[in-house]
């Protein structure tokens, strides 16, 4: 049962644009092929979604691109309804357009809609690799290098191969250190974001500074890579008082997940390959919200659960991932910070 696109609740950004308050992941390298991917976007997008977040990592842009030309072809939908993301890696932060001109030419879309770093530095790790493998070339950020990097963003938007630019998995010490930096300002963020997982203070950090964050792992990911989970890790959808809230409402606990991101102002980009789940998601927008009590709840639920630690992102010296996240308030060995 699609839903119709036109209905969906839109967000309005820095620019003036509006995009959906709801978008869909395209993650899945680790658990799902490439195709189960794409044909998820295919399904989707007769679905009612209008926003897609992808990424050159990801290893799936080409047949998504395919599912897009053969869309735009079929007149399920036209290039202008959707709003396409998707990011440089961080083995291409010296070869921006190059990285840029790969996912135009591979998702067949003719431009990016919103065009983020990846990772504020160029730490490269293969793929798939395990958590403990570390690069020797891998440093910590660096301000020059993250603006070397932004500046060459900035000329993408000039020459009209992205019409927005995007950061991604930033802290509140790093963006002080670039913020008043840009030329051209970013649209928005993508961070990690769910129940007990909230950022509140980075969260409040970029509403303050007009910038849209974008949640990836709204629902707490239970089916991220296993290099990723630690046995204290917590499952967001199992917490009591998050299950009594779905229960209340007769949904599944994502439901809700999805719900209080909404409310709460962020684009959370949910995956699933499972038709009766991505529709579900993408109805939750519009169906029965949730009372204030509830938000306040959810609010209190807060475990500082990260589950992307980024370890395999760790220079020489680094003592641990929670080096990566700059937690007391300082750039981790950042060598020209202010």
């Excluded at 129940?195 to 974008?214: M, N, V």
Aim: proline share 6%.
């Amino acid at each position: 049962m699609a839903v119709e696109a036109a209905k969906v609740p839109q967000i309005t950004l820095n620019t003036g644009d509006k995009v959906p308050c709801i978008g869909m992941g395209t993650f899945g390298s680790d658990r799902f092929t490439a195709e189960q991917v794409s044909n998820a976007v295919a399904g989707a997008i007769r679905a009612g979604y209008r926003m897609f977040d992808c990424a050159a990592c990801y290893g799936n842009e080409d047949q998504i691109g395919e599912v897009f030309e053969a869309a735009f072809k079929e007149g399920v939908v036209e290039r202008k309804d959707l709003y396409i993301m998707t990011k440089v890696w961080n083995d291409m932060h010296r070869e921006v357009e190059k990285s840029c001109r790969k996912s135009i030419e591979d998702l067949k879309c003719g431009y990016i809609d919103l065009f983020f770093i990846h990772w504020p530095f160029p730490n490269y790790h293969a793929p798939h690799c395990t958590v403990d493998s570390r690069n020797p070339d891998s440093k910590p950020f660096s301000v020059a290098e993250f603006m070397d990097t932004y500046r060459q963003c900035e000329e993408l938007v000039r020459k009209g191969l992205i019409r927005h630019i995007g950061i991604s998995n930033m802290t509140i010490p790093k963006l002080n250190a670039v913020i008043d930096k840009f030329e051209i300002k970013p649209v928005a963020c993508e961070l990690e974001l769910h129940p007990c997982f909230q950022q509140q203070e980075l969260f409040d950090y970029l509403k303050a500074h007009d910038i849209q964050p974008i949640g990836f792992m709204p629902l707490g990911s239970p089916q991220r890579p296993e290099r990723d989970m630690e046995p204290t890790d917590i499952a967001d959808m199992q917490v009591p008082e998050f299950k009594a809230i779905a229960g209340a409402h007769g949904v599944h606990p994502a439901i809700i997940a999805l719900k209080w991101a909404v409310q709460r102002g962020q684009i959370p980009i949910p995956f699933s390959i499972h038709e009766m789940e991505y529709t579900s998601n993408l109805e939750s927008t519009m169906t029965e919200p949730l009372t204030e009590e509830e938000m306040k709840v959810i609010a209190g639920l807060e475990k500082n659960n990260r589950l992307v630690k980024g370890q395999v992102f760790l220079w020489e010296g680094a003592d641990d991932w929670h080096d990566l996240w700059d937690e007391d308030g300082v750039i981790v060995d950042c060598p020209d910070a202010e």
